[in-house]
């Protein structure tokens, strides 16, 4: 057991704090949160394409796909002093930590010469097309039909809660081919969609904090060429299963770091305030910090396993959940602390300091990514053994 | 970075469980409840010599040099099987307070005793006030020549009968952060007066100790006088590791009853494990298991590399874990339902004992409040 990192993680670590205190700088210091406009999105772009340039982006991915070849724990460090630096977030966060690993598990040759590239390098963004208006933690019940005609599939069904995908070029499409298959995970075969083709169509979606972080999308009879098919016809669901096991175990990483730096900003807040003698406020916060610092260790295990070889353990699943009672709980807590200066609109602009935009959007932390309740199934289930609820 | 332990700590670990499943099977565990003494001193000395007792202690105070780390993984081992033994006052408490003093012959027997196993030591430091800091040490000692005079009582001793040495805290100036003095006083010495007091856990001894005019060498003192608790704290850090280590234990072997009960019982027809009532609360136990040894795997490894964090690692393990047993605890009688609440059942063994190691070293609320304190809030 050693917590310490080795002289070349060090290295590796110092060079990066070097490389951000001249890099992240200007505009790249001005955007956080959300989406954001087209503006923001474009600042995205160029801040995850200087990270590129350097070397920063799929750190622990195969040099022969313009990964850095590095191991987990660099690009551990990289997330970490990315966050503890407040830099804003990568454009591309589907394409890196979903549609990559799920190409380079599942693509053929050709496949990944294609796409990993411009995807490293934020010239092509991507989006997930998974969950639909009657198909979310039920996600095998989907309906958007892919028809194979010739070379072609014919498309045509709607996808809700996709992140970027007004500004993605490539959609990862689980379509249904086959209504009749014996199990309904036979069924599913998954597509990669330009999201440029005819027949696309993408609306946003508004959430209750008032932004849209996220779209719609309507397929009417898009031709998608045979050669886009990801995996086997019939084949998807074992596909999918690689993009969500990635989407947990990514989020697991960066949530942590994210919900670290919200809590600080949070006991500043309590000092600036000179509310530190509330001995409930107290317990509170230490109580956040403490399950905060579970959550930092417990990724430690998981990855301590990962880099031993071994499977993944529950971490990932596990932290999921945590953090999203923690984040709502951190935000109830500040919106006390605020008061009456919590009653006021979006405050992301005003002294509020962007509380009560956080505290509307902490309630989809226990939804997005795998409900709380689909999750509690998973421990259940997968790793405490017990048997199905259903 | 590597959080996980080494080839000779899961070693370690599987030898523990081993033994303690032949030796220390919750039937064992009740007949021992039932005993005046309430543990036996063959097991201990068993404990001894597969090197238990020697664990924390560096080579040349006649330990095996390892640390908290590999302690952890026999602590929880003894959480599991819900143990009674005086092992975690005499290592863990004790014999960490008397390693964090300074070298001295006094230092050097006790340690010679304790890690060697041939004799048992506790520290006696609870006063009717129930305060765990300096503040809560009335008990004076008057110095008298070359001795010191104690008078009074110290309550809530832990396994005062099965120790051959008390280390007492007694107040010698007065002041609230220290000005506290460690004695080393014989159990059988003159004046001293053990009496039993029975535990709610009854996996644990606690006792009333009074002191009529007891005289203490000056020899007896361990550390500097006057300076006493400055010692005991970092015996204390050391024993909320420990004391973690074992709840740990005692709620991941909760969890894993239930989980078994509700794989295997049935009502309307399946097993209650089908119920999402039933699988939910199971899952939220696996939440609590394993960020509690997250946090106290973490503290056991920085109290060992001295970090600065140490302390803070330590209380931060302490409340969690002391949470977390309660609730899983807790939650194993429900899941189990009626059998549960009976005698019969051994769910009552893991609940009380994750209350006596909840309360004992302070509760959640005291350790949060020294987070706090400790991240200057």
Redesign the interface.
């Known amino acids: 057991?050693?917590?310490?990192?080795t002289p070349d993680?060090e290295a590796f670590r110092d060079e990066l704090r070097t490389w951000l205190s001249e890099n992240l700088t200007g505009e790249f210091r001005s955007l956080r949160g959300g989406v954001g406009g087209p503006e923001a999105v474009a600042g995205r772009r160029r801040w995850q394409r200087r990270l590129h340039e350097a070397g920063y982006i799929g750190v622990s991915w195969p040099r022969e796909y313009g990964g850095r070849g590095a191991s987990l724990?660099e690009e551990m460090i990289v997330n970490a002093e990315l966050a503890t630096a407040r830099a804003p977030e990568t454009i591309n966060v589907i394409g890196l930590y979903m549609a990559g690993p799920t190409i380079i598990a599942h693509g053929t040759p050709a496949q990944k010469t294609r796409y990993l590239a411009p995807l490293l390098s934020a010239d092509e963004i991507w989006c997930q097309g998974f969950s639909e208006p009657n198909s979310g933690s039920d996600l095998a019940s989907l309906r958007t039909r892919a028809e194979l005609v010739g070379d072609e599939f014919l498309v045509n069904g709607q996808k809700v809660w996709t992140t970027v995908g007004h500004v993605a070029k490539w959609c990862l499409l689980l379509t249904r081919t086959e209504s009749d298959a014996e199990s309904r995970h036979g069924g599913l075969t998954y597509l990669i969609v330009d999201m440029e083709a005819p027949g696309v169509e993408v609306r946003p979606l508004r959430q209750m904090t008032g932004d849209a972080e996220f779209n719609e999308i309507y397929f009417t009879d898009v031709r998608v060429p045979r050669e886009n098919l990801l995996g086997e016809i019939g084949g998807g669901w074992r596909v999918a299963i690689t993009t969500l096991l990635h989407e947990r175990a990514s989020l697991g990483v960066g949530l942590q770091i994210r919900t670290r730096i919200g809590l600080d900003e949070l006991?500043t807040l309590?000092?600036s305030d000179d509310q530190?003698a509330d001995?409930l406020l107290?317990?509170k916060?230490?109580?956040l910090?403490?399950?905060v610092?579970?959550?930092r260790?417990?990724g430690?295990?998981g990855?301590?396993?990962l880099?031993?070889g071994e499977a993944p353990g529950?971490?990932g699943s596990?932290n999921k959940?945590?953090w999203s009672e923690v984040n709502q709980r951190l935000t109830e807590t500040a919106m006390e602390v605020l008061g009456p200066r919590a009653l006021l609109a979006d405050d992301r602009a005003s002294a509020g300091g962007g509380w009560s935009y956080a505290f509307l959007r902490a309630r989809a932390n226990s939804i997005e990514g795998g409900t709380s309740?689909v999750?509690?199934?998973i421990?259940?289930?997968r790793?405490?053994?017990?048997?199905?609820?259903r | 970075?590597?959080?996980?332990?080494?080839d000779e700590q899961e070693l370690l670990r599987s030898q523990a469980h081993d033994y303690l499943d032949r030796v220390c099977p919750t039937r064992r565990v009740r007949e021992l409840m039932e005993t005046e003494a309430g543990w036996n001193a063959a097991m201990y000395g068993e404990m001894a010599e597969l090197g238990w007792t020697a664990i924390p202690f560096a080579e040349e105070d006649a330990g095996l040099g390892l640390g908290m780390?590999d302690m952890t993984v026999v602590l929880e081992e003894l959480g599991r099987h819900v143990t009674p033994s005086p092992f975690h006052s005499t290592v863990c408490f004790a014999g960490m307070t008397v390693r964090a003093s300074g070298d001295s012959p006094l230092r050097r027997e006790l340690l010679a005793g304790i890690a060697g196993g041939s004799r048992r030591a506790t520290v006696a430091l609870l006063e009717a006030s129930g305060r765990w800091d300096a503040s809560g040490v009335q008990l004076r000692a008057e110095r008298k020549g070359d001795a010191y005079l104690l008078s009074g009582e110290k309550l809530y001793v832990p396994d005062a009968q099965a120790a051959d040495w008390m280390i007492v805290a007694a107040r010698t100036e007065d002041g609230t952060h220290d000005g506290v003095t460690l004695l080393v006083v014989d159990r059988s010495a003159p004046g001293v007066e053990v009496t039993p007091v029975p535990a709610m856990d009854q996996t644990q001894r606690l006792h009333r100790v009074g002191f009529d005019h007891v005289e203490v060498d000056a020899a007896a003192v361990l550390g500097s006088p006057g300076h006493g608790f400055s010692v005991l704290r970092r015996g204390l850090d050391a024993a909320l590791v420990a004391i973690s280590a074992e709840l740990c234990g005692v709620a991941e072997r909760a969890m894993e009853m239930s989980?078994d009960y509700?794989?295997t019982r049935r009502q309307f027809g399946?097993?209650i494990?089908?119920?999402?009532a039933v699988?939910?609360k199971?899952?939220?136990m696996?939440?609590q298991v394993?960020?509690?040894k997250?946090?106290t795997?973490?503290a056991?490894?920085?109290h060992d590399?001295g970090v600065p964090e140490a302390p803070l690692a330590a209380s931060?393990a302490k409340?969690?874990a002391s949470d977390a047993a309660r609730n899983v605890t807790a939650l194993a009688i429900q899941v189990h339902g009626g059998i549960g609440f009976t005698w019969e059942h051994d769910a009552h063994l893991y609940f009380k004992r994750a209350k006596w190691g909840e309360l004992t070293y302070g509760d959640a609320?005291l350790h949060?409040?020294r987070?706090?304190q400790l991240?200057e809030?």
Not at chain 1, 1 to 5: G, Q, T
Not at chain 2, 1 to 6: E, L, P, R, S
């Open positions: 057991m050693d917590f310490a990192l993680q724990m006991f309590v000092r530190r001995p107290r317990q916060l230490a109580q910090y403490i399950e610092e579970a959550m260790l417990n430690y295990r990855i301590t396993r880099l031993r529950p971490e596990i959940l945590m309740e999750l509690r199934n421990l259940a289930e790793v405490l053994g017990l048997p199905k609820s | 970075m590597d959080f996980a332990f080494n780390v989980v509700a794989k399946r097993p494990g089908t119920y999402q699988s939910h199971c899952a939220d696996l939440i394993e960020s509690a997250s946090l795997y973490h056991a490894w920085a590399a931060m409340a969690y609320r949060r409040e987070v706090a991240l809030l």
